[in-house]
C-alpha cells in the first residue's frame, strides 16, 4: 500500500524546510511519494524540494483545490495524504492511514495539538479527535483512497476557500470517515497575527455563510478581510 504526500504550496520554503525531513526519517520510504504542488513561488521553494529528494510540480492556477487535484493526477500511490506546509506529521503517520484503511475506513484525518502553550488554543485542539460537523479541516490533514477520491470528483475546484470541508461533506455522504486520535502538530501563526476571539468570530462568520450555500470567491474575499 503506497501512500502519495501531496503538498499545496505558494511562498513556503521555510516551512518546507522544516517538514519534508521528516518524511525522510519514516521506516517506509519505499512506500511513500512526496509531490509538492507549487502555486507560483517567488521565493526559494524550489531549490528546497529539490534539495530534498522529491518532486516539485509547477501548477500555472494559484489554488489549493486546483494544486491537489494536480497532485493527484501526477500521483502513483493507492492512497492520497494531502498535508499543508505549516503542518508536523507524525513518524506513524503510515502504520496509521494504513490500519485505518485496513479496518474500512476510505478516508480520514488526524486530530492535531498547536505549536503554542496558549491555553485558548489548547481548548480548540481537544475538540479536533471528535469526528464532528467540523471534522476534517487541511490542518487535520486529509488520506483518502485514490479510487475513492476520483469517484468523488477530486476537489470540488470552485471551492478558493473550504474545499477541504467541501470534499470531507462528500466524503462522508458515502464512506466511512476515521478521525485518528493521535495529534500532529499544527502551525499557530494565525493566531499569532490576530487575536484568538478575531480568528474565532472569522471562522464562525465563513463556517456559516459555507454551510448556506454563499460562492466560494465571497468567501475567501471577506475571510481574507476579516484577518491579517
Known amino acids: 500500500m503506497k501512500i502519495s504526500i501531496i503538498i499545496p504550496v505558494l511562498n513556503e ?13 519514516v521506516d517506509n520510504q519505499k ?9 507560483g513561488s517567488t521565493d526559494n521553494t524550489k531549490e528546497v524540494v ?15 483545490a486546483v494544486q491537489m487535484n494536480l497532485g493527484a493526477k501526477e500521483s502513483f500511490g493507492d492512497i492520497l495524504y494531502f498535508v499543508h506546509a505549516d503542518v ?26 498547536f ?19 467540523l471534522s476534517g479541516g487541511g490542518d487535520q ?22 474545499e477541504d470541508f467541501e470534499i470531507v461533506q462528500r466524503i462522508k455522504k458515502k464512506y466511512r470517515f476515521k478521525v485518528i486520535p493521535k495529534r500532529i502538530l499544527v ?6 497575527n490576530n487575536s484568538w476571539l478575531r480568528v474565532q468570530l472569522a471562522n464562525l462568520i465563513v463556517f456559516a455563510l459555507f454551510f448556506l450555500k454563499h460562492p466560494p470567491i465571497k468567501l475567501k474575499t471577506l475571510y481574507s478581510r476579516l484577518l491579517k
Open 13 to 25: 520554503a521555510n516551512n518546507i524546510n522544516e517538514l519534508l525531513p521528516l518524511f525522510r526519517n
Open 31 to 39: 512506500l511513500q511519494e512526496v509531490i509538492v504542488v507549487d502555486g
Open 50 to 64: 529539490e534539495r530534498a529528494g522529491f518532486r516539485f510540480v509547477p501548477c500555472s492556477i494559484q489554488s489549493r
Open 88 to 113: 508536523r506529521i507524525l513518524p506513524t503517520f503510515h502504520e496509521d492511514i494504513k490500519s485505518s484503511i485496513e479496518d474500512g475506513f476510505s478516508a480520514g484525518c488526524f486530530a492535531y495539538n
Open 115 to 133: 505549536d503554542s502553550p496558549d491555553s485558548m488554543l489548547r481548548i480548540n485542539s481537544w475538540f479536533t479527535q471528535f469526528n464532528g460537523l
Open 141 to 162: 490533514t486529509l488520506f483518502i483512497r485514490k479510487d475513492v477520491f476520483w469517484e468523488l470528483g477530486g476537489f470540488d475546484e470552485k471551492y478558493c476557500l473550504m
Open 187 to 192: 502551525s499557530a501563526r494565525k493566531y499569532d
